[in-house]
């Protein structure tokens, strides 16, 4: 699935433009993982592409259509996501209810959604949890429900829109094995919105947004090299990234042999 | 906040939670209605006797209903905390009301003296002052409330006046029978909230609604809109607990200080709810519509209704009980 944005603009007021002239292309089967400080305008990439938010001017394309009105609905029947805070999202009074309720809305046969519940359930590992209510889960399990969710419609981009940054360190982790399980099993474009580098990390492509525009696009490895650029994007590089960095400015031996070992090493290469 | 039972559907597998949520309704709407069907006691022994077997026959059926439920009676125990002042309050205006001529305590007389009302003034504040370490605040303000009925009754000199009051036997009756009445409505509507999941008790209400829609009135919007608020009851009471810990952890309490004060104190916590509850709403509209939500529009269920065998037993012994107070009252 092909996204790209064209020219695009877009303010809240008319005061404060978050995007200016954004271009950006996002390649079917990528994981890309938009990085930008509070208020960089990544998460609003992600509510325009959804049709949540109406941009001022430009085009944005799914699949080579253009998100208008008209092709709204049509759209986001390839694109799902997943938002920042769990309980906001969860719609349904049980975990069966709230997947069924985006597999209701696309109409679909109940055997369809009995199904699809139980598959997607199975695969984020909550099945056990099919009748709880949401009160009864922690916050990383009803992100894993609403992760399901997500999967269950079946679609070929899913968004993750800062989909840990409400969660305790096992809620993220529970959340970024997941990504990650997805990434592996299935063949789906995916765009992980977020300001934790580590998270960040997985992916294929790193964009980094500063003030509505993009300072950095690249593979991983390009993009933490460049530090100057995530300092001043107002970013925190890894801790295991800021060894290699110091070391860049001590004397050794085969100093860029360990240098490229590191990196192999960082990011799994 | 946490004891809020409206909205709270506890999960079972008991024969009431597998009733079709259109027979729990309409059941549930006829017996709460022929609650007020029994006729209020009238002034002779027989009447009396008719009216609070009737309410006792009921009280019966939904102790067995309860029961079927299998969900603890502290969770409907619970529900009816909440309402203890209305029932309290109601017998009060009742016992007070001048109705009937029997009169059970005539001539009740109240000295309002300056040590009988000294006393009663030290019980209050002492009452405020640990209550916070009373339990069962509520009967135990009940018993210092009778004490101080009684206590007035006595000259305890320095009398500046006397107030007399008549109890009347018919107010007892009356108080009890309407006390009754809102205890068996409250448990009744608790069995529906507690055995029903929010998403069946709209799909439910939306098929009885169903004959508007020639109408050309969107029931399903209606209904989705009952379904939310169902749902986020609960989630708005753990959030309201939340902000009046945050609140009481700078100082502000909730249970001391003169009006003025309290009413600052509840606009600390209306606020942020407020603000809270908007924010809530704009993120669920958003959620709802990236999942494909349109208002209107043709959607599938998940959960079919069917009516059963034991569907149909529960609304015939409905009927039988509705028709039967009908023919007792008439009678």
């Not at chain 2, 036997?169 to 108080?175: A, I, Q, S, V, Y």
């Amino acid at each position: 699935m092909k996204v790209r944005f064209n020219n695009v603009n877009f303010s809240y007021d008319e005061e404060s433009v978050v995007l200016k002239n954004f271009n950006l292309t996002i390649n079917d089967g990528e994981m890309v993982a938009i990085l930008g400080h509070n208020g960089s305008g990544k998460s609003t990439i992600a509510k325009i592409m959804m049709g949540l938010l109406e941009v001022s001017s430009g085009e944005i394309y799914i699949n080579d259509k253009l998100l208008s009105q008209e092709t709204i609905d049509e759209c986001r029947n390839h694109m799902s996501i997943i938002f920042q805070n769990p309980d906001n999202q969860f719609v349904g009074v049980t975990v069966k209810d709230d997947i069924a309720f985006g597999l209701e809305n696309k109409n679909l046969p109940r055997e369809v959604m009995e199904e699809r519940i139980h598959k997607y359930l199975k695969l984020v590992s909550m099945e056990d949890f099919i009748d709880h209510a949401p009160e009864e889960l922690s916050g990383g399990q009803k992100q894993r429900v609403a992760i399901a969710g997500a999967l269950a419609l079946e679609c070929e981009l899913m968004i993750f829109d800062e989909s840990t940054s409400m969660l305790d360190p096992k809620g993220t982790k529970e959340v970024n094995e997941m990504i990650k399980k997805i990434k592996k099993e299935n063949n789906k474009t995916i765009i992980v919105i977020t300001h934790d580098l580590e998270e960040a990390s997985y992916a294929d492509r790193i964009i980094v947004l500063n003030n509505g525009f993009v300072v950095a696009d690249g593979t991983p490895k390009e993009v933490f090299k460049n530090e100057l650029v995530l300092e001043a994007s107002g970013l925190k590089t890894m801790e295991s990234v800021s060894i290699i960095h110091n070391l860049k400015n001590k004397e050794y031996k085969n100093k860029s042999l360990i240098e490229e070992a590191l990196w192999e090493l960082t990011f799994n290469e | 906040m946490n004891n809020i039972a409206l909205g709270q559907y506890v999960d079972g597998k008991s024969i009431i939670h597998k009733l079709d949520p259109r027979t729990k309704l309409l059941s549930l709407m006829l017996l709460m209605v022929s609650v007020f069907l029994i006729p209020k006691p009238v002034n002779n022994s027989f009447g009396r006797l008719a009216s609070f077997v009737m309410l006792l026959v009921f009280a019966v059926i939904i102790l067995i209903i309860v029961l079927f439920t299998k969900i603890s009676l502290l969770k409907y125990l619970n529900s009816l905390k909440q309402l203890a002042f209305l029932f309290v309050f109601t017998f009060i205006i009742q016992l007070l009301t001048p109705q009937g001529d029997k009169i059970l305590i005539p001539n009740l007389n109240l000295n309002l003296s300056i040590l009988g009302l000294g006393i009663i003034l030290l019980w209050i504040i002492l009452f405020i002052i640990f209550r916070k370490f009373i339990p069962c605040k509520l009967i135990v303000f009940l018993i210092l409330t009778c004490l101080s009925i009684y206590l007035l009754t006595y000259d305890l000199g320095y009398s500046f006046t006397t107030v007399t009051l008549n109890l009347y036997e018919d107010g007892l009756f009356n108080g009890a029978f309407f006390f009754m009445r809102i205890f068996l409505v409250i448990m009744l509507s608790t069995v529906l909230t507690l055995t029903t999941k929010p998403t069946d008790l709209t799909s439910a209400i939306e098929w009885y609604l169903h004959p508007l829609t020639y109408l050309k009135i969107n029931v399903s919007i209606f209904a989705m809109i009952i379904s939310l608020a169902l749902r986020f009851i609960p989630t708005l009471f753990n959030e309201t607990g939340k902000i009046l810990k945050a609140q009481s952890s700078r100082g502000v309490d909730f249970k001391e200080g003169t009006l003025k004060q309290q009413i600052g104190q509840i606009i600390s916590l209306l606020i942020p709810m407020l603000v809270i509850s908007f924010k809530r709403a704009a993120d669920l509209a958003d959620a709802m519509e990236a999942r494909g939500y349109i208002p209107g529009a043709p959607r599938s269920k998940l959960n079919v209704m069917k009516f059963s065998l034991s569907d149909l037993f529960s609304f015939i012994v409905t009927i039988v009980i509705v028709t039967s107070i009908i023919v007792v009252s008439v009678i």
